[in-house]
């Protein structure tokens, strides 16, 4: 008979924060100071109170701004390089443990929970979840599916029949949700404004995931690309660099999100990524940018529900919170928190559970010198996290 083993799962101390200002993310009221228990990877009580809980780990907060941990729900975890062909030579193992140094940097970024959009398995997520790892909370999906002649490095699967079958064996192994490109990108081979996989194909993609009560992702830019993956029952939207009036109904009417990236961009023109662009590419590049930017205001002005994604690979990785400022040209510090935080937490099906600081959730936060409201700079340049706290443990910043 086989000897079941149990999850290696290292005792936790129970661990109170002491003088905790919270910034309540959903009305930007700061609260007066308070302490938080941490037992278990979950908040066991806020209270006045500041009697003592035996064992614990004792930290005091004063002075700082306390954040639920934030979530990037747009990353590429398993992209430790910006050379996808240097990725494919490395050995599953060496592969892993770049897998892991990047995850590692995340959390010490502030990011509590990271949903990757694309490389990483359900095995990774595992590896967090029985605390092997020191990460952020993972959601993974597998490789990203793309038809024949489609965009990325990825998964090809042609026809209904072979969609469906993908996604059961997928779904079987555990996956979060799929993405699938629907269009081409913007430094792919695939042109940016042809349209990936027949109606048919997304619909029967979209009804597997239904049946498995997980969801379907998509890459996509064009307008036209958009509207068409949110009709036919799309749940996120990645990039949507081009959005329309029509786009922008759809999301409201389907209950959808958006999940723009544009820290991706900007990483590339810095010249951060490594990709020799040249003039013709750079410019569309720029282009992409603008429109990403007028299209995030918009919809932002109309109330659509937007996810915080930074979609970075290889040196770019570092201007993860890049996207803070990024986003701040056209949006409010509150609303790019709320995404950060609260849409983020609504993306990956934790509602309620992350994103918020509250007794019962989980126990990941952050705390910052400074006012995220008045200055993005608070959040943007890291320099201001002081302390993160990760499924309860306090995590040791450099
Ligand atoms: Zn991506």
Redesign the pocket.
Known sequence: MAVRLEPHHPPRKPVVLRNARILDVETGQLGPERSIVARDGRIAEISESTRSVEGATEIDLRGLTVLPGLIDA?A?VTQASGDFNEILSWSPDYHAARTARVLHEMLLRGFTTVRD??GADNGLAQAIDERLLTAPRLKAGGPIFAPTGGHALTEVVDGEVEIRRALRARFRDGADHI?MTLSGGVISKMRLEALAFSDAEVSAAVDEARLAHRYIAA?VYTAEAVSRALRLGVRTI??GNLLDGECIDLFLSKGAFYVP?LA?YWAILSGATGHGLDPAKKAAVEDIFERGLESLAKASAAGVRIGYGT?LHGAGLEFQLEEFRLRARVQEPLEILRSATLVGAEIIGEGGRAGVIAEGCYADLIAVEGDPLADIGVLADGRALRFVLSDGDPVQLP
């Open positions: 747009h590429h959009m694309g993405k890459h990645e990039h990236t991706t979609d």
